[in-house]
């Protein structure tokens, strides 16, 4: 058993351990390993290092998807105490061991392996399962990178493939493993039981004073106030500066005729493709086309399908030579061949929809708020320069506020997600979520750093004092505490009035005469593996565990939404492997990747021994402050 569940949990780290190797395909690592030079380096792997810029990157990722997890912020220290920094950096350094080692393997991608692995995604395909350069576009805009870029990543990836690959190669799972794998699984047990449903709260007799008081002692942490922080800051906030300004009508104008390209609805042109792998065959359609042919019958005879149809685009939606041939034609009219990686296109223009450009006073409101905005945004970054110095020379949040001009706010209780010591969200706070994390990370007496906001501006906090969490009194929520009390009775005259009919089941009564005593009905459960939670299936989510600690005949207790569960185990149903073959084929194959895992691990291990890795902790404690 004890194997088994080895197995069990090397298949979980094998998946994670997937997740980390399928995260080089998302992340790319070309670009990670090759940031600015300006970058701080976190760690050298071999001859690779790992920028500051990816550290803080990975980071920031694992921030979010704890958060979102666990519903709540995460602070330095907690992240420290999980591993959260560790667990960025590892992943970070078993990419960069795999680069190196294909590098030093010397391993290259040919442009007809990268243009089959990009025509071969997916992604890139629509409903017809052809390639669709719109949705490749698309990702490229959606990813903010260029053709090129991608190229290089995708380059990347396969040469690093192509060595994790090889690892694995030859390691096989015996069949018996699987099926042993698979009797554990899919054993199941079945159980005769019944229910004890709650009686009403109503039915409890109130407790006295010395009973709530001592059952609010005894659970007084349930009823904790949250900390709270009393805090100064300064908002350097647009819109307060927008209402000091005044721009003349001269300035609007001027502003107008610089923007004008990009206020207005750009051109739009119905634009479609045919491709081909050499230019002599596109110069032959080229000629085909001068003579009068029609350019979808002439894609459909020479490539076998029809011409790829971009839809309606503007200028910016194909990149630049294709954009650039496709805007230079006249409505009705095909271009010349153009070469990109991909091959040599014949792009035609069905339909131009000409831009339109809207009159200064339909706009002006517009160009007047956008002007403002950008002032303000250049006014907030000197003045936030400025407060730097002041507070970098030694004056308090208070004689920089004064030197500058600036307002200073107090909050006297300041709790988390914004909200005050009843309950309510405060108003007016800068427009960011990083306020309440500078406000719980930030130490008292201690003023945070100069943070921007989200809607571009700034601002800077003290904790003058915290409040820290205290047990709210008894009067204030003595609704509150007689009602769990009432609970805590209701739930422990129900599990005595259990724990009576288990002791009677014990003794040797049958279920049958336990339930004809009680007025209850025996229900039976359907096969439950150890693992379900169906509630259609199991009556409590806790049941079907405790089945498989039991023998049969043996009765246990579980906890239900609207009561207790009394079970006895009535029968264990064997799984036979011989039955289920799909599913003992699909266990091999888990158990095949888990024991790929684990030599990929050791050769991971081995890689780092050989290349060497060294941490600058002192860069990585500087990038956890700002977290």
């Given amino acids: ?89 590892n992943r970070l350094v078993v990419e960069a061991l795999f680069i190196q080692q294909a590098d030093d393997l010397d391993l290259a991608v040919t442009e007809d392996t990268l243009r089959s692995e990009i025509v071969g995604d997916p992604s890139f395909r629509d409903a017809l399962n052809t390639f669709d350069r719109n949705r490749f576009q698309a990702f490229l805009r959606s990813q903010r990178i260029s053709e090129a870029q991608f190229l290089e990543r995708l380059s990347a990836q396969v040469v690093r493939d192509r060595v994790v690959g090889a690892i694995g190669l030859g390691v096989e799972a015996p069949r018996i493993l699987a099926e042993g794998l698979y009797r554990f699984q899919a054993q199941a047990r079945i159980a005769d039981y019944v229910e004890l449903p709650f009686g009403s709260l109503e039915e409890i007799a109130e407790p006295d004073a010395a009973e709530l008081q001592s059952f609010y002692d005894a659970t007084q942490d349930t009823y904790m106030a949250p900390e709270f922080r009393t805090l100064t800051y300064i908002d350097l906030s ?83 030579d294709l954009a650039e041939a496709a805007f230079a034609l006249e409505n009705g009219e095909s271009s010349q061949p153009v070469e990109t990686s991909f091959g040599w296109h014949l792009l035609h223009v069905a339909e131009i929809q000409e831009g339109e450009t809207p009159s200064f006073e339909a706009v002006r409101d517009q160009v007047r708020e956008d002007l403002l905005f950008g002032r303000a945004i250049d006014e907030l970054i000197s003045i936030a320069n400025q407060l730097d110095d002041e507070l970098a020379g030694g004056a308090t949040l208070e004689e920089a506020a004064q030197t500058l001009n600036l307002p200073v706010s107090n909050l006297d209780a300041y709790g988390r997600e914004g909200r005050d010591s009843e309950g309510g969200l405060i108003e007016g706070l800068p427009q960011t979520q990083s306020f309440s994390e500078a406000a719980f990370r930030t130490e008292a007496g201690d003023t945070s750093l100069l943070l921007e906001t989200d809607d571009g501006g700034y601002f800077i906090l003290r904790v003058d004092g915290v409040i820290p969490p205290t047990p709210r009194p008894l009067e204030e929520i003595r609704e509150q505490v007689v009602t769990d009390w009432k609970i805590d009775q209701r739930d422990s005259q129900q599990l005595e009035r259990a724990s009576d009919l288990v002791a009677r089941l014990e003794e040797g009564q049958t279920l049958q005469r336990v339930a004809e005593a009680e007025g209850l009905q025996i229900r039976t459960t359907p096969p439950m593996t150890r693992d379900e939670s169906d509630p259609n299936v199991t009556p409590s989510e806790r049941l079907p565990s405790q089945l498989f600690r039991l023998e049969v005949g043996q009765p246990t207790i579980a906890d239900a939404t609207a009561g207790q569960i009394v079970a006895v185990l009535r029968e264990i149903v064997e799984a036979d492997p011989a039955t289920a073959e799909a599913e003992v084929t699909a266990l091999r194959s888990q158990l095949q990747g888990a024991l790929a895992g684990d030599v990929l691990n050791l050769y991971a291990t081995s890689l780092e021994r050989e290349y060497g890795v060294s941490v600058d902790q002192a860069v990585i404690d500087r990038i956890l402050a700002d977290f």
């Fill in 238 to 320: 647009p819109q307060a500066f927008i209402a000091e300004m005044a721009v003349s009508e001269d300035e609007l104008r001027t502003a107008y005729e610089e923007q004008r390209t990009t206020l207005g609805t750009p051109e739009r042109r119905s634009v479609s493709q045919m491709i081909f792998d050499d230019e002599a065959a596109a110069a032959a359609a080229v000629q085909r086309l001068q003579t009068g042919a029609d350019f979808a019958s002439l894609a459909e005879e020479l490539t076998g399908q029809a011409p790829v149809d971009f839809g309606s685009v503007v200028r910016s939606d194909l990149p630049g």
């Fill in 1 to 89: 058993m004890n194997f088994l569940r080895g197995i069990v949990a090397k298949v979980f780290v094998y998946t994670l351990f997937g997740l980390l190797i399928a995260s080089f395909a998302i992340w790319g690592v070309g670009d990670i390993f090759r940031g600015g030079g300006h970058s701080q380096t976190v760690a050298t792997v071999g001859e690779q290092e790992i920028s500051e810029a990816a550290f803080r990157s990975n980071l920031a990722q694992d921030y979010s998807l704890l958060r979102q997890r666990i519903g709540q912020q995460v602070d330095p220290e907690m992240a420290r105490a999980i591993g959260l920094p560790q667990q960025a950096l």
